[in-house]
């Protein structure tokens, strides 16, 4: 069985900081790259961060030197640290693994700013 599990989302002002996690298991995590991704409503999902399994990582302009993405391969973690948060920050983040044509996907983290 896959799972990847997402925490650390919840509320916090404009210019604040969160740290999302995703803990993995059913996969050698280790070989894997890893994503964050977003979805706002009515919108597609979009890649926020992705890091390969070699540590290579890559981010959509609007993140841009706010936003890190890293790994800890020891706890099967990849994380999400954002900074500088602004309210159009404010979605729901998913986890994201490969699957040969397809995606594993978390459940989600509710991350919401306030102005």
């Known amino acids: 069985q896959v799972q990847l599990v997402e925490s650390g989302g919840g509320l916090v002002q404009a210019g604040g900081s969160l740290r999302l996690s995703c803990t993995t298991s059913?996969?050698?995590?280790?070989?894997?790259?890893m994503g964050w991704y977003r979805q706002a409503p009515g919108k597609q999902r979009e890649l926020v961060a992705a890091i390969t399994s070699d540590g290579t990582t890559n981010y959509v302009d609007s993140v841009k030197g706010r936003f890190t993405i890293s790994r800890d391969n020891a706890k099967n973690t990849v994380y999400l640290q954002m900074n500088s948060l602004k309210p159009e920050d404010t979605v729901v983040y998913y986890c994201?693994?490969?699957?040969?044509?397809?995606?594993?996907w978390g459940q989600g983290t509710q991350v919401t700013v306030s102005s």
């Open positions: 994201n693994a490969p699957k040969g044509w397809d995606n594993y």
């Open positions: 059913g996969i050698i995590f280790r070989i894997y790259a």
